[in-house]
């Protein structure tokens, strides 16, 4: 039988019950569209969580005070509000620890912002001018807390664009249409302490209490002095030259911290140490379990679709009984007849296939382009898309075409 035969004999079988046919496409559609859509979710979230970290700095080891505590399921959690860390150790990190680049000490609280009838609450970081090169925070206008500023416990901020916005818009104002040099010079209070702006922040994008857009920048001095009252750091953000030296790096500053603070047990530590690359990493396994547990639960209907198909062919078949003993009463071969209906079935499954990637494609671009969630549709899950969608046709296809090989023809020709 030749195979423009067979082809000329599918689409005429296929299109002979347009519904059913459709129906059973739409099976394989759903489930192949499912599938892009969700791993392009996980795969997204992945992406924007992973920029989102190395946009706060590169090669970062950030020590905050108080020990590292078990917070259940294997999860570990900073103190954070201990007091234990001071410019002293900061001092002594630099000087003694060769790979390390530079150093920006943090002094951070949330704190209420006013200017006039605008009020904000908003993270309050007292810092020094390495900040901006180590955390990777960019001037818009002005310039950033400088250490002639930190020397003299100056009273200066460098506003975050969403503190601006909200407190220099009128409600309704996106962050563009604000005139940000008449916003320069201009007076806040910070827990009721006046401060004169110096400096507007670039956009970076964040959420929630992470978000570096949402915050204002003060020098350390002036935060010990006049905010938190006390000269202990909440945090010390350290830069380390390579990638490489990160893990030793992370050992060296533990030994010293710990000698510094006459601590001998390492258990004992009044102070955590968090390594980028170590959060990174526990970060992208999470999310790439959390995109095969999605893809996992979006198969099932790839599953449903698969039986549709058999449940289909095996329909097909039995109505189809008569004909096939004709076709094996005039010499076709039984592997003729298989053949014929497992391409039924792979034509089934292949255009269900690429209509499904087309769709899963626009709906995942969709949900990009609107903002609902961030999604990044890899070719591999393509090809993996297509290339299941082709398997399930031939397992699903399988059984009922051996089937129709095995009818003995004289009693098919009797089949009523």
Excluded: C
């Amino acid at each position: 039988m030749k195979l423009t035969d067979i082809i000329e004999e599918t689409f005429s079988a296929l299109l002979s019950n347009k519904t059913r046919t459709g129906l059973t496409i739409l099976g394989i559609v759903i489930g192949i569209g499912s599938v892009i859509v969700m791993v392009a979710i996980g795969q997204g979230s992945s992406s924007s969580i992973q920029s989102n970290i190395e946009s706060t700095g590169s090669n970062l080891l950030t020590i905050t005070p108080g020990a590292t505590k078990n917070i259940g399921y294997g999860a570990r959690s900073a103190g954070g509000t201990a007091k234990t860390l001071t410019i002293e150790d900061s001092k002594e990190i630099m000087a003694e620890i060769s790979s390390v680049k530079d150093l920006a000490n943090e002094v951070s609280g949330r704190y209420q912002v006013v200017y006039k009838g605008n009020n904000v609450n908003t993270s309050v970081v007292g810092t020094d001018a390495s900040y901006s090169p180590v955390k990777n925070v960019s001037i818009l206008q002005g310039f950033f807390i400088e250490n002639s500023y930190v020397e003299s416990s100056s009273k200066v901020a460098v506003l975050g664009p969403t503190v601006a916005t909200n407190l220099f818009g009128d409600g309704e104002q996106e962050f563009t249409d604000i005139d940000l040099s008449s916003v320069i010079g201009k007076t806040i209070k910070i827990n009721k302490i006046e401060f004169k702006i110096i400096g507007i922040t670039k956009e970076k994008g964040g959420s929630g209490f992470s978000n570096q857009d949402d915050m204002i920048y003060i020098p350390y001095t002036t935060a010990q002095k006049y905010l938190s009252g006390n000269k202990y750091l909440t945090g010390i953000n350290v830069q380390i030259s390579d990638a490489k030296l990160m893990t030793t790096a992370q050992t060296e500053i533990t030994n010293l911290l710990l000698g510094l603070h006459n601590i001998s047990d390492s258990l004992s530590a009044d102070f955590s140490i968090q390594n980028q690359a170590d959060l990174l990493e526990t970060i992208t396994n999470t999310t790439k379990t959390l995109t095969y547990l999605l893809a996992a639960i979006a198969g099932i209907s790839l599953l449903v679709g698969g039986i549709g198909i058999m449940n289909m062919m095996l329909t097909t078949v039995t109505e189809r009984t008569k004909e096939i003993g004709l076709r094996k009463a005039i010499g076709a071969k039984s592997n003729d007849i298989s053949f014929q209906f497992l391409t039924e079935a792979l034509v089934l499954t292949f255009t269900g296939g690429v209509v499904g990637v087309v769709l899963g494609w626009i709906i995942s671009l969709g949900l990009d382009y609107f903002s609902i969630t961030t999604t990044v549709v890899s070719v591999g899950s393509v090809f993996l898309a297509v290339g299941v969608s082709a398997s399930i046709g031939i397992i699903f296809g399988y059984y009922p075409a051996k089937r129709a090989a095995k009818l003995n023809p004289i009693e098919a020709l009797r089949y009523e």
